[in-house]
């Protein structure tokens, strides 16, 4: 492989990169790996895999105050061909050697001139300045439409907003949940004392509980998407999807998720394509 192929097959990463830049980072820390301490070999992949995520997240760490946890079938298609095989590695590595670190360099100074962080820093002004009258949603989410190298986030941008609305409203409407035992079987709960107090909070005097109705982000990404994005402690699981409704869409959700309850947020101008088909699939009761 030449320098140029390999040198395009890094950029291609490069520019893929979403906000923590974990991907670019990782290839740098395998780099240097093994330019100061050589004790990988470029061309063998298990030599590295799993041990560069640790290097990586040890300098993520460092700069975006955050580490990796996506799953490690997605951590691992930094290896597949079209981005960073040890073919090209192996290129790579004999240009960084040969130059002192210069690819390590050309990676970390792509992070500092692309920096995604920065380019949140319009955004979270807004929201800081912003008061409760001058506040537009709208104009918030366009903060990272417009910008190219924040739109491929913005599905975790709609989930802090749900997020954020739904936490209040809860807070705001005092939500409480509880849990009652309506058949006080006085000898079963002194058998199972363990199971009650610890796992449902009861006891053979205290037959019932509350507490705050709450969301909680899951926080870890998934490639697919199919993972959580939020849970209630009230029994709602929920995901958050930046896509555009489709009939195709619509019947692949109808019919792939097993729930008694969906719930779908979408836009007011797809509103009427999903009631309709809806009615198509009679699932209007259940979602």
């Known amino acids: 492989m030449d320098n140029a192929t390999a040198k ?10 979403r906000v923590h ?13 093994d330019r100061i301490h050589s004790d990988i070999n470029l061309e063998d992949l298990e030599t590295y895999r799993t041990s560069s995520r640790k290097w990586r997240d040890e300098i993520s760490q460092r700069f975006v105050g955050n580490i990796s946890t996506s799953s490690s079938r997605f951590q691992d298609n930094l290896f597949e061909s079209n981005a960073t095989p040890p073919t090209v590695l192996v ?58 190298g924040l739109s491929r986030s913005i599905d975790k941008i709609y989930e802090i907003v749900v997020y954020a609305l ?19 079987n006085y ?9 009650a107090e610890k796992v449902l909070g009861l006891s053979e005097e205290t037959t019932e509980t509350y507490q705050e109705a709450k969301v909680f982000r899951v926080g ?11 849970w209630a402690n009230f029994g ?25 309850r969906i ?11 999903l009631v309709s088909v809806l009615k198509q699939f009679g699932s209007a009761g259940r979602i």
């Open 8 to 17: 395009k097959q890094l950029d291609t990463v490069i520019n893929k990169a």
């Open 21 to 33: 830049f974990y991907k670019p980072i990782q290839i740098a820390e395998i780099l240097h790996r």
């Open 91 to 148: 290129q790579l590595g004999r240009i960084n050697r040969s130059s002192n670190g210069a690819v390590e360099a050309y990676i970390y100074d792509a992070f500092k001139n692309k920096n995604r962080l920065s380019q949140m820093s319009a955004g979270l002004s807004y929201v800081s300045q912003a008061g409760i009258e001058s506040f537009v949603l709208n104009d918030f989410i366009k903060k990272f439409t417009r910008n190219s």
């Open 166 to 184: 739904f936490s209040t409203l809860l807070e705001v409407l005092e939500v409480e949940i509880g849990v009652r035992i309506n058949n006080i």
């Open 187 to 195: 000898t079963i709960l002194s058998e199972f004392s363990d199971f």
């Open 220 to 230: 870890v990404t998934n490639a697919a998407d199919r993972g959580l994005d939020m």
């Open 236 to 260: 709602v699981a929920i995901q958050i999807k930046h896509i555009s409704l489709t009939h195709k869409v619509i019947e692949d959700i109808s019919s792939a998720i097993s729930a008694d």
């Open 263 to 273: 719930i779908i947020v979408c836009k007011e101008s797809e509103k009427d394509v």
